[in-house]
């Protein structure tokens, strides 16, 4: 049989991606799919156990799964330790990217004082601003926006309308996806005589090598000191992360989520879709804080953490939160104590 470049065989996927393989090594792939999805020339993958009913009738020619779900599929099988790895690493040889066009796009404007590398891709319609450097390999996207004071680290690229306001430094192999904006403003303000007066934001936005940033999200930029996202940094769609807050290494967070001012968030933490974080608050490294949990004080041990109450009903929601202002009393009386005074329940 001839294959075409893009197909590989069980053997070969087996051997590049050090799997163990169990079945027809000839099965030949020329992509990916999910279980119920998939065809004959597709692979794809078993890790969460709540799909396992779906392996008897999946078409797939190959299947990524752990050695314990495996004994009773007689398809053709690649064994890992972790199947959710070991397709993200093979999925990405399937993935179609466009070869980089060195060059500076006629309808873009650059800054006299900008520093553009010769290996450079610039779009069209891009700003480039005073004293800014895009460094080599790097690819800007149509319509972004690259404020004074910047660096686009080498390898980096910025998809379209992208905006990085001023100061901002991107390390190297940084991903920034569709509408972000790095750079804006600190929410910054102090009242003065009955009004606000605006704090002036005099730091910038440093983000490490190999992050990647969601489309929309906005990361403001520090009042004194840099807001810091340290290297392999994850960031989902919609995420605000406020000024100088400081991200550790191979966190990730899931998109509507939000980090307010001057918090600081451990290395290898998980921070679910729409969770928040308040101002000035410490986690410590390995911290899982789940969907829709508000952060309201500092944690200094690792561990998975939840707040909130689930879904219910909305009568039995009005019932239970009609009670909640009771459950002092209701304590008190249990404990033995006096019953508090009203004003103690406002």
């Known amino acids: 049989m001839t294959l075409s470049p893009s197909m590989q065989t069980a053997a070969q996927l087996a051997s590049r991606y050090a799997l163990e393989l169990r079945g027809d090594g000839a099965a030949a792939v020329a992509g990916v799919s999910t279980l119920a999805g998939a065809r004959p020339e597709q692979l794809a993958f078993l890790a969460n156990p709540r799909y396992r009913a779906q392996l008897a009738q999946t078409k797939a020619g190959i299947v990524v799964m ?20 070991a397709f993200a690493r093979i999925s990405a040889q399937f993935e179609v990217i466009e070869a980089l066009e060195p060059g500076i796009h006629p309808q873009t404007a650059v800054d006299p004082s900008a520093a553009i590398d010769p290996s450079a891709q610039i779009g069209p319609f891009v700003s480039i601003g005073p004293r800014s450097c895009v460094e080599a ?21 910025l998809g379209p309308r992208v905006t990085l306001v001023k100061r901002v430094r991107l390390g190297k192999r940084v991903l920034i996806h569709p509408g972000a904006v790095l750079g804006a403003d600190g929410f910054g303000l102090a009242m003065d005589g009955g009004r606000w007066m605006k704090v002036p934001q005099l730091g910038g936005v440093c983000i490490g090598d190999d992050c990647e940033i969601g489309a929309n999200t906005t990361i403001d930029r520090g009042a004194i000191d840099d807001t810091v996202l340290e290297e392999d940094v994850r960031l989902d769609n919609q995420i605000q992360i406020g000024h100088n807050a400081h991200i550790g290494a191979h966190t990730a967070m899931a998109g509507c989520s939000a980090v307010a001012g001057s918090a600081r968030i451990g290395r290898y933490c998980l921070i679910g879709g729409g969770a928040g974080v308040l101002g000035h608050l410490e986690l410590c490294d ?35 939160a009609a009670r909640f202002r009771q459950l002092d009393k209701l304590a008190r009386r249990l404990g033995g104590l006096p019953p508090a005074d009203d004003k103690d329940q406002e």
């Open 66 to 85: 752990r050695r314990e779900d495996s004994d009773d599929y007689a398809g053709t099988v690649l064994l890992a330790e972790d199947p959710y790895s």
């Open 137 to 157: 390999g790097a690819v800007i996207g149509a319509g972004c926006a690259i404020g004074p004071d910047c660096v686009v680290g080498a390898g980096s690229t």
């Open 286 to 320: 390995r911290v899982i804080v789940t969907a829709m949990t508000l952060v309201t004080h500092s944690i200094r041990e690792p561990g998975e953490y939840s707040s909130g109450t689930p879904l219910m009903d909305n009568r039995s929601w009005r019932r239970s």
